[in-house]
């Protein structure tokens, strides 16, 4: 015997949950306006670092800042990606559901 959730038909969903090109706009700008955010953050990481070059005799020092940098460089660049492509992608559902609301496209 299992507790999983049935899925709601679409019929009994409530209509403040329906997806709409507007709400996926709003979602859209807010995703922008992060990944914009962590544009500038990458950007403003990556002056910093090339700025400031490791300084040390000790191998291990330089490849653990290596990796440090290389890491924190990653994880920025990562962010950026990630909200940059759900914005993107929420552009573009909405205008599907423009397109399949106002030209019945299936």
């Known amino acids: ?11 009994d969903r409530p209509k403040d949950k329906e997806v709409t090109p507007l709400h996926c706009l709003m979602g859209s700008t807010i995703s922008g306006s992060l990944a914009f955010g962590l544009y500038s ?4 990481i990556f002056q910093s670092f090339a700025a400031k070059p490791l300084i040390s005799h000790n191998s291990l020092v330089l490849r653990i800042g290596s990796l ?3 890491l924190v460089m990653g994880m920025a660049s990562l962010g ?5 492509f759900v914005a993107f992608g929420l552009i573009l559902l909405a205008i599907q559901l423009f397109l ?7």
Do not use: A, G, Q, Y
Not at 1 to 11: A, D, G, I, R, V
Not at 100 to 106: A, G, M
């Open 80 to 84: 950026t990606f990630i909200f940059s």
């Open 100 to 106: 399949k609301r106002h030209f019945s496209i299936k």
């Open 1 to 11: 015997m299992t507790n999983s959730p049935t899925p709601t038909p679409e019929k």
């Open 68 to 70: 440090v940098r290389t």
């Open 41 to 44: 953050l990458t950007f403003s």
